[in-house]
Structure formats: structure tokens, C-alpha cells
């Protein structure tokens, strides 16, 4: 028997019983769309979880900082200067190394200042790729000009009142762009001074601003609240500044004396793939430097969302199994309505396999219908869950998707809810091929 007439008599079968047809396609409605929504979910959360690692930093970096104690605490710390972005620079699958001078500095425009905001000395290739949203590129010889980060200006307070942004929920009087900011960066002795009036207090020096951090779509969260300038101005400001005098975060000898190279705070190794973070990282904490990534704090979240998944698509699972009970109930049904017809196909010459083949299309059949509609069921409910219910009330992040539906998604669940359909009638397809063709003729 060709398959097109095989297709046809299962369809013309299915017809006959609409309303039993009908109920049995709810049920692999309901289990299909119960998976695929159950699974979104976590989904969607390991997505947006993926997003936030990655606003926070690269998933191809990795920070490298002073270890402080050695193995054994008598070991003399690494630090990280000039020497150690060469060596690090050397070594294999690494792209690119940053080092950073990080300090706290006073701003202050106007009637309002904002105390011990870091400022971040990078090299110029990394100012480059900081996304910005308002900039104006200095000229050659302008010297030292700010990046600040977005969040930046709800840090200012007012000098009277002492009340700033988180007080009032509205942002101070304080332009960045087009008005340039007195920095202190002696915090010491400023507030030296201000305890004792007879010391003299710091120099302000007056900066412009190159640009402010674009902070759109809340992203970009690692430049957000920092200001950034080029590493070697700053050095060259640093040392016009303190000149003989220790500077603030930087080490001295036993004697309190300058050494004459800066020590930074800490070195991002750029790595040429995601795959090579772990091996570079084991080199550099072997190396005896301390050294972290997001790679670690993304796979325990994957981790996390996988069991997540599995839990929530077991939940869905539960409702496709009552559904394929619900199938094979219909297939045993409709087998004891057509013993007679079995029994004439068979005295007929049909072969067994058509027959069996017959009822496996029939329940392939319920599947698929139950399985496309499920699907396009739960686009609907992801669609609403999206729409009513936000991550950020639930304590994840900052907004985003709570059900994410791929497209690989929808096409395993239409898949397996027809290899569903037809392992239901599986056992009734081998119960219609054991009927004796006889008995089944004489049966009424």
C-alpha cells in the first residue's frame, strides 16, 4: 500500500471520531506548550543572565591583581608594572593587555562636589572602544580631558545641604560637558586641611570633560560609574602634582621614599577565545599573580540555569506523558471500532506492516496537529509572560525577557511530540497486526 493512501485512510479515520479525535489533540496541546514554556523560562533567564556577565566585562577578559601572601605568607607579592604588561603580553593566546592606575579624586562644579570618585588611567586604545554618547575629541596638546561614566553625576552633593541625587531623586545642576570641574587628587591633605586650618589645603586643577559613557538600554554597567583619562597624562599629572611625595596607592620603600616606576592596580589580560580564558587564567594565578574572569561566574550560572531547565521541562514532561497515555487510548479505541475492517484488509492481502504503519500515521498525526498548535500556543504565552511580568520584579537584573522561545526550541518540541504520538500507538499498531483476520471478520 503507497504511503499517500496510507495518509488518506488515517486522516479519513481521524475525521470519523472528531470530538474523541479532537480531546486526544488538547491533551499534546496542553503537555507541548506546558515543555516549551516551562524550558523558555529557563531559558530566558540563563539569556539574560549571559547579558548581565557580560555587561559587567568581557567574557574574554580577565583581571590581574597583586596577590598580597604568598602559599606560604612569607612569599614577597608580584607587583604589576610595566615589566609585567610585557611579560603578559608574551605570553600565548593573549590579544591585547591593559594596564590600569586607579585613584580616588574630588570633583567639584559649582555649589556641588562629589568625594572619592575612582579615576581610571587606561592606555588610549582602551578609551577607544569605551561606548560613549556625548564626546568632543581633544586636540593635539590640550592635555589631560575626563571620560566620565554615566552615573557619575549622581554623586554630586550639594556643599550646604549635603543632599545629592539619592536624596532628592533628582539629578544636580552639575554639566559635565560643557562645564569643566575643578579635581582635587591630594584627598589627604584636603581633608587634612579641613581638620586643621593652619594646613594649607591641596591645588585644584581645572579638566574638561572628552566625553561621557553611553548608558543606554543599561548596558555598558563596567564604565558606568567611573571616570576614565589617558594613563600616561595621568602619570605626567601624578608626578607634576605630588612630585617627591608618596602618591595616594602607590608603594614606598621601608623608608618612605618614591620608587621611581608606578605600580598599577590591576592589568586586564584580553584572551584571543573564550575557550583559551581557563588555561591563560591557571598561568597567571601559577605565575603567582591573583587572576579572575566571568568565565567562572558564568558557568555557575549556567550551571544553575541547566538545572533550572531540567526541573521546569520535567514539570512540562509530566503533562506529554498524561497526553500520550491519552493517545493510546484513543489508538486501543479506535482499534476494537475497526476489527472488522483490519480483518478484511488483511483477507485482502494487505500486508502487516501497512497495517501497523497505518495507526502509526494516525498517531503521528495526532501529534504533530497537537505539537504545532502547543507551539504556536506557547508563543502566545511567552508574549504575555514578556509583556506582564518584568525580570526586575522578580530581583534579576534590570529588565529583559522572561521566557526566550529559540527557534531550535520550537522545532524539538513539534519532533517530539510526534515521536511521542507515535510510541503511544505503538502497542496498539502491534495489537491490530495480532488480530486474527477470521475473528475479526465475524466480529459485529
Known amino acids: 500500500?503507497?504511503?499517500?493512501?496510507?495518509?488518506?485512510?488515517?486522516?479519513?479515520?481521524?475525521?470519523r471520531r472528531r470530538l474523541r479525535t479532537l480531546l486526544t489533540v488538547l491533551g499534546v496541546v496542553i503537555g507541548t506548550g506546558s515543555i516549551v514554556v516551562m524550558i523558555s523560562l529557563g531559558l530566558g533567564l540563563q539569556r539574560r543572565s549571559r547579558e548581565l556577565v557580560e555587561s559587567s566585562g568581557s567574557l574574554t577578559t580577565i583581571q590581574v591583581m597583586q596577590r598580597y601572601e604568598?602559599?606560604?605568607?612569607?612569599?614577597?607579592?608580584?607587583?604589576?608594572?610595566?615589566?609585567?604588561?610585557?611579560?603578559?603580553?608574551?605570553?600565548?593566546?593573549?590579544?591585547?593587555?591593559?594596564p590600569m592606575l586607579q585613584l580616588s579624586v574630588m570633583l567639584r562644579q559649582g555649589a556641588y562636589e562629589a568625594s572619592y570618585v575612582s579615576l581610571n588611567g587606561v592606555p588610549r586604545e582602551y578609551l577607544d572602544r569605551i561606548p560613549i554618547q556625548k564626546n568632543r575629541k581633544a586636540a593635539a596638546g590640550e592635555g589631560m580631558r575626563l571620560i566620565y561614566g554615566n552615573e557619575v553625576?549622581?554623586?554630586?552633593?550639594?556643599?550646604?545641604?549635603?543632599?545629592?541625587?539619592?536624596?532628592?531623586?533628582?539629578?544636580?545642576?552639575?554639566?559635565?560637558?560643557r562645564?569643566?570641574?575643578?579635581v582635587t587628587f591630594d584627598m589627604d591633605s584636603y581633608y587634612g586641611a579641613q581638620a586643621d586650618q593652619q594646613v594649607k589645603p591641596p591645588k585644584k586643577y581645572l579638566l574638561e570633560a572628552d566625553g561621557i559613557v553611553d548608558g543606554s538600554k543599561n548596558k555598558n554597567f563596567q564604565y558606568s560609574y567611573s571616570i576614565y583619562a589617558d594613563i600616561d597624562l595621568l602619570k605626567t599629572q601624578l608626578k607634576r602634582i605630588f612630585k617627591k611625595k608618596p602618591i595616594p596607592?602607590?608603594?614606598t620603600t621601608k623608608k618612605g621614599k618614591v620608587y621611581p616606576y608606578f605600580v598599577y592596580n590591576t592589568i586586564e589580560v584580553n584572551v584571543d577565545h573564550m575557550k583559551h580564558?581557563?588555561?591563560?587564567?591557571?598561568?597567571?594565578?601559577?605565575?603567582?599573580y591573583q587572576a579572575s574572569s566571568n568565565i567562572e561566574w558564568l558557568e555557575q550560572t549556567e550551571k544553575q540555569s541547566g538545572m533550572i531547565q531540567a526541573v521546569l521541562g520535567g514539570i512540562g514532561a509530566v503533562s506529554l506523558i498524561v497526553a500520550a497515555i491519552g493517545i493510546a487510548n484513543t489508538m486501543m479505541m479506535s482499534i476494537y471500532e475497526r476489527t472488522k475492517e483490519i480483518g478484511v484488509l488483511k483477507v485482502l492481502g494487505c500486508d502487516l506492516g501497512s497495517i501497523r504503519n497505518m495507526f502509526l500515521l494516525e498517531s503521528a498525526f495526532i501529534g504533530f496537529l497537537g505539537g504545532v498548535t502547543g507551539v504556536v500556543l506557547s508563543y502566545g504565552i511567552s508574549y504575555g509572560m514578556n509583556h506582564l511580568l518584568k525580570l526586575e520584579s522578580m530581583g534579576i537584573g534590570t529588565g529583559g525577557a522572561?521566557?526566550?522561545?529559540?527557534?531550535?526550541?520550537?522545532?524539538?518540541?513539534?519532533?517530539?511530540?510526534?515521536?511521542?504520538?507515535?510510541?503511544?500507538?505503538?502497542?496498539p499498531?502491534?495489537?491490530?497486526?495480532?488480530?486474527?483476520?477470521?475473528?475479526a471478520i465475524r466480529n459485529e
Do not use: C
Open 1 to 15: 500500500m503507497r504511503f499517500g493512501d496510507l495518509l488518506s485512510m488515517s486522516i479519513n479515520n481521524l475525521k
Open 70 to 98: 604568598g602559599d606560604n605568607g612569607k612569599e614577597k607579592p608580584k607587583q604589576l608594572t610595566d615589566e609585567t604588561v610585557k611579560e603578559f603580553t608574551g605570553m600565548e593566546h593573549v590579544k591585547s593587555v591593559f
Open 153 to 177: 553625576l549622581k554623586n554630586f552633593t550639594h556643599r550646604k545641604t549635603g543632599k545629592g541625587f539619592y536624596d532628592t531623586n533628582k539629578l544636580p545642576d552639575v554639566d559635565l560637558m
Open 179 to 182: 562645564k569643566p570641574v575643578f
Open 249 to 251: 596607592g602607590q608603594p
Open 277 to 288: 580564558v581557563r588555561e591563560v587564567q591557571e598561568k597567571l594565578n601559577e605565575a603567582g
Open 402 to 427: 522572561i521566557s526566550w522561545i529559540p527557534w531550535w526550541l520550537s522545532f524539538s518540541a513539534l519532533v517530539f511530540s510526534v515521536l511521542v504520538g507515535m510510541a503511544a500507538g505503538f502497542f
Open 429 to 439: 499498531a502491534l495489537r491490530a497486526m495480532a488480530l486474527s483476520p477470521l475473528a
